[in-house]
């Protein structure tokens, strides 16, 4: 079992800045692939960024390319999410997972077996 602990979201003005924490415990954080997914009001939750297990590769949504930066840290059981130039369009709820599936790049809810219970991120126009 991991356990996933989201934190940093919050309300900002369009073009602003937030970073987003994801701290894990439980079972050794090395040994998982890491995502972002969000889910805004009306609408399916969808993928946002991955990380490999070693800190590389890193995938994103082209929605979110070039704004948003995927990161870990493995001596602190955590990913971040640096999301710069933020657009209303990002607000949503943002969730982190863990992949145990070994996937190259895994953007698909399925490809995940455990997440977290979501940080709200709100951009206002």
């Known amino acids: 079992q991991v356990q996933l602990v989201e934190s940093g979201g919050g309300l900002v003005q369009t073009g602003g800045s937030l970073r987003l924490s994801c701290a894990a415990s439980?079972?050794?954080?090395?040994?998982?692939?890491m995502g972002w997914f969000r889910q805004a009001p009306g609408k399916e939750r969808e993928w946002v960024a991955a990380?490999?297990?070693?800190?590389?590769?890193?995938h994103y949504a082209d929605s979110v390319k070039g704004r948003f930066t995927i990161s870990r840290d493995n001596a602190k059981n955590t990913v971040y999410l640096q999301m710069n130039n933020l657009k209303p369009e990002d607000t949503a709820i943002y969730y982190c997972?863990?992949?145990?599936?070994?996937?190259?790049?895994?953007?698909?809810?399925?490809?995940?077996?455990?997440w977290g219970q979501g940080t709200q991120v709100t951009v206002s126009s």
């Open positions: 990380i490999d297990r070693s800190g590389d590769p890193v």
């Open positions: 997972a863990a992949s145990s599936r070994m996937k190259s790049i895994p953007t698909l809810e399925k490809d995940y077996d455990y």
């Open positions: 439980g079972r050794t954080f090395s040994m998982y692939d």
